[in-house]
């Protein structure tokens, strides 16, 4: 079945950086656009970065712009987030989901990965 | 960006009782190529992710019951769930996937009355 894992969440001091990695099995990972989106604590869901199956395209929030990238590896099934000059703003659980085209929106999500940033 | 705005944020349904949700865009998110629309309804339970029950706004994703229902079209988009059970509970959001930046609308909470 599907199963996607994310990791790499923790406290961080702001202006530090964190990478957080999702881990993907169950299909064929390098079909499949890839999303981030995340949750501050108590609040709704905020899309924050898609990178296309070939990694050839990638689009971010302007909430994250200039300091996200989202990156693939197809050979090891497995999404990043590098997530640089972080600020209190960026606390969240962060969840990957898989996205089949952009005729559809994203049917399956990992657990979510919390990343807290605080002094 | 396209806003979503959802309504009521909370409503509370006695047990087998209609429930229903509505979600405003602020631009249409019908697709002309294919007149579908880029509209898509998820649930989330505490702790847990959000689930995928309904896509083109009236598709019910693989698994979702039947109680579930999606309806509108262009900038107007209801879920109803005809029956409520207590295994509904939970925070429902509408999304668009018609352009980046994808975006949700806020949430309803459903709880039992």
């Known amino acids: 079945q599907v199963q996607l894992v994310e990791s790499g969440g923790g406290v961080v001091q702001p202006g530090r950086s964190l990478r957080l990695s999702c881990a993907a099995s169950g299909f064929t990972f390098s079909d499949y656009g890839m999303n981030w989106v995340r949750q501050a604590p108590g609040k709704g869901l905020e899309w924050v970065a898609v990178?296309?199956?070939?990694?050839?395209?990638?689009y971010y929030a302007d909430s994250v712009k200039g300091r996200f990238t989202v990156s693939r590896d197809n050979s090891k099934n497995t999404l990043y987030l590098q997530m640089n000059s972080l600020s209190a703003d960026d606390t969240a659980v962060y969840y990957c989901a898989r996205q089949d085209t952009a005729m559809v929106p994203p049917d399956s999500w990992g657990q979510g990965t919390l990343v807290t940033v605080s002094s | 960006d396209i806003v979503m705005t959802q309504s009521p944020d909370s409503l509370a349904v006695s047990l087998g009782e209609r429930a229903t949700i509505n979600c405003k865009s602020s631009?249409?998110?019908?697709?002309?190529?294919?007149?579908?629309?880029?509209l898509g309804w998820y649930q989330q339970k505490p702790g847990q992710p959000p689930k995928l029950l309904i896509y083109w706004a009236s598709t019910r994703e693989s698994g979702v019951p039947d109680r579930f229902s999606g309806s509108g079209s262009g900038t107007d988009f209801t879920l109803t769930i005809s029956s409520l059970q207590a295994e509904d509970v939970a925070i429902y959001y509408c999304h668009q996937y018609y352009s980046n930046p994808l975006t949700f609308g806020g949430g309803t909470k459903v709880e039992i009355k």
């Open positions: 631009q249409s998110v019908l697709y002309n190529s294919n007149n579908k629309n880029f």
């Open positions: 990178i296309w199956y070939d990694g050839t395209n990638r």
